[in-house]
């Protein structure tokens, strides 16, 4: 498991061990890692050119003192102070010992830019010495120059990875002792390119914020029959999805269902032709939900259109139940909150802002806090779908970030494939947190997979589900 801890709980853990340490030692141990890194990003450090963009706290050390082993090296190494008047005066005395030089601006061309203006402490975005320099580590990076990130790229939140104005685009971050959330979470991530941790030594007693499942995680995770399961011990899901306009929802949510390890499949909706001509294994029901049969599970909402009917009767069931799309509109929190078993909500950045009554900017811009937000005032585990897939339950707790995907899987139809594959996960027996984060890494690595580089139709996302589920084992 991949976990990524609050500024708070960083700064107490560094505290403790500097408290521990000569003076000087933990920023020594950081600005060695930093170095490697550059040095390998560089390939031949000798003769290289590189650009240190300084602030004022110790993300500047750290930059000035990797500068400095650089330049011992053979680099030739120039730092760029955000205010001259404050510079740490160790890291500036080491790197010209070394034979750095310190300049205005970022100037003539470089091969490597390091981006130490902010630390993780840096809120409310650059001002306006700070965005400056910015502006120039992109001009840089657009002339060919690799800019690496000290700890965070600086104008991101830490904590949530919110981006306020300009920020650096990295094409490596390397940070230290722990990951920040920042780092996971969009438009955040998106600014952070490869990620390397360097472990400093820190001790993190408190839980961490986040969480990313890895291989390892989901592998154990997965329902696997037994030589005594038949199809009802491997649970059945219901799936009520579609409608004359939108039959194609059904189709696709069928098909994640029966994708996702359950034993049988139920459909309940007007489009059981379209979905017994493309899977005959379905078992097809035209009247009520309650009078499909018995089912571990249901899914309800995709491609329903303007009669949600349904939807409140799959509520009032006392079964797991899966809620997307259509079903999500005008959706009651009481009716939720009081449900007897686990509801899961799956919204895209669009749907979360109409549960909450907030514009869909607010909720991109601030993912952490919209899904912990819906998790609380429906009382229910809620995936949020987009760039960055989060998944958080309604008792607080580590959010889950998803690890896989590709921006390929930006197409209609594939959150109606991750709905019947997580609702076949519930009925498999998995939680609600479990089900909803087994599901959408599964189902970011089927795209990924199926895509190559290229574009993906969610039908392809359904059928390449095996692969990723086999694929997963592998890796172990």
């Known amino acids: 498991m991949r976990t990524a801890y609050s500024v708070e709980t960083v700064r107490a853990a560094e505290r403790e061990l500097m408290d521990r340490l000569p003076e000087g030692a933990l920023m020594q141990r950081a600005a060695a890692g930093l170095a490697a890194a550059c040095a390998g990003l560089l390939g031949r450090v000798y003769g290289a050119r590189v650009a240190l963009l300084v602030g004022p706290g110790d993300n500047g050390g750290d930059a000035l ?6 330049a011992h090296r053979g680099a030739g190494v120039v730092a760029v102070p955000m205010d001259p008047e404050r510079v740490h005066e160790g890291g500036l005395a080491a790197l010209r010992a070394a034979g750095g030089r310190v300049a205005g601006r970022l100037e003539g061309r470089v091969d490597l830019v390091v981006d130490g203006l902010l630390g993780i402490g840096g809120r409310g975005g650059l001002r306006p010495a700070a965005a400056e ?3 120039q580590a992109a001009a840089a990076r657009e002339a060919g120059a690799l800019v690496v990130a000290v700890d965070l790229p600086s104008g991101v939140d830490a904590d949530t990875g919110e981006v306020a104005g300009d920020a650096v685009t990295a094409d490596a971050t390397v940070t230290f002792g722990a990951w920040k959330p920042g780092l996971l979470v969009d438009p955040g991530a998106g600014r952070a390119g490869a990620v390397r941790l360097v472990p400093i030594g820190l001790e993190l007693g ?3 914020v986040l969480e990313a499942l890895q291989y390892a995680d989901v592998a154990g995770r997965l329902p696997v029959p037994g030589a005594a399961s038949d199809k009802y011990r491997r649970g059945v899901v219901g799936v009520v999805a579609g409608s004359a306009r939108y039959p ?3 189709v696709l949510a069928v098909a994640g269902a029966l994708r996702g390890g359950a034993g049988a499949v139920r ?5 059981g ?9 379905t078992l097809v029901h035209d009247g009520a939900p309650g009078k499909a049969g018995r089912v571990q599970s249901w899914v309800v909402g995709p491609g329903l259109g303007d009669d949600r009917s349904a939807v409140g009767e799959v509520l009032a069931s006392d ?5 997307d799309a259509d079903g999500l509109r005008g959706l009651d929190p009481d009716a939720v909150r009081a449900r007897p078993a686990p509801t899961l909500l799956t919204p895209h950045a669009g749907e979360a802002a109409a549960l909450l009554g907030v514009s869909r900017d607010e909720v991109e811009s601030g993912r952490l806090a919209a899904v912990r937000e819906l998790a609380g005032r429906y009382g229910a585990v809620v995936l949020l779908k987009g760039s960055t897939t989060l998944v ?7 959010v889950r970030v998803n690890p896989t995907g590709t921006p390929w899987l930006a197409t209609a139809g594939s959150g109606d494939v991750l709905s019947g594959l997580a609702g076949s996960l519930l009925a498999a027996g998995l939680t609600a947190p479990d089900a909803a984060s087994v599901a959408a890494h599964l189902h970011g690595l089927a795209a990924r997979l199926a895509s190559s580089g290229g574009p993906v139709l969610a039908h392809e996302v359904a059928e390449g589900l095996p692969r990723a589920w086999r694929e997963v084992g592998r890796r172990l």
């Open 65 to 70: 003192y990797a500068g400095a082993r650089l």
């Open 133 to 135: 320099l910015a502006r």
């Open 206 to 208: 408190e839980p961490p």
């Open 248 to 250: 194609g929802a059904a």
């Open 267 to 271: 459909y309940v909706g007007p489009a």
């Open 273 to 281: 032709d379209e979905v017994l001509a493309r899977y005959p294994e």
């Open 319 to 323: 079964v797991p139940v899966l809620v």
């Open 392 to 398: 958080a339950g309604p008792a607080g707790g580590p």
